[in-house]
């Protein structure tokens, strides 16, 4: 992906962050998922009072865009970090994210942008970030 793309996917990532209900961790997190067809779904994290029920951004983002039908995916671009002060650390995806991923994703091909601001980030592909993943391929779908 291109530099201008790529901020504009954080831009969304960041906008989507405002709406995360996060009131047990006061981490707040964003996420810009692009399908291959050019659209953009955004997702936030979240919480629950019983805890286990929360959702991640990522994933947030990925099950409105595979609920409205689209299974081809490009990228996601993520930011996250603690309310209410600037985005020092990277917010990388967790297992069960990356696992969602592979789901629907060619890991050699789908880029994880982690985003501190529109001028600072990391892009690694899903491959690097769940070496050796098991995906539909190991069931021959
Ligand atoms: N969280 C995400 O939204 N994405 C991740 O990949 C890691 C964690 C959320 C879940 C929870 O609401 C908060 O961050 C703290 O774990």
């Known amino acids: 992906m291109n530099k201008t793309a790529i901020e504009d ?30 659209s953009v779904y955004t997702g936030c994290n979240i919480e629950n009072a019983a ?13 409105k865009a595979v609920s409205e039908g689209k299974r081809a995916f490009c990228a996601i671009a993520i930011a996250g970090g603690p309310a209410g002060a600037p985005i020092e650390q990277y917010a990388w995806p967790c297992g069960v994210c990356r696992q969602v991923m592979m789901e629907f994703c060619e890991p050699d091909a789908f880029e994880v942008i982690v985003a501190k601001s529109k001028n600072e980030y990391q892009v690694k592909k899903l491959s690097e970030l769940l070496p050796n993943g098991f995906g539909p391929a190991n069931l021959s779908v």
């Open 9 to 38: 996917l954080i831009e969304r990532a960041l906008q989507a962050r405002d709406f995360s209900y996060s009131p047990y961790s006061d981490y707040r997190v964003g996420a810009a998922l692009l399908t291959q067809e050019g």
């Open 51 to 63: 805890y286990t029920p929360t959702n991640c951004a990522e994933r947030t983002a990925f099950f």
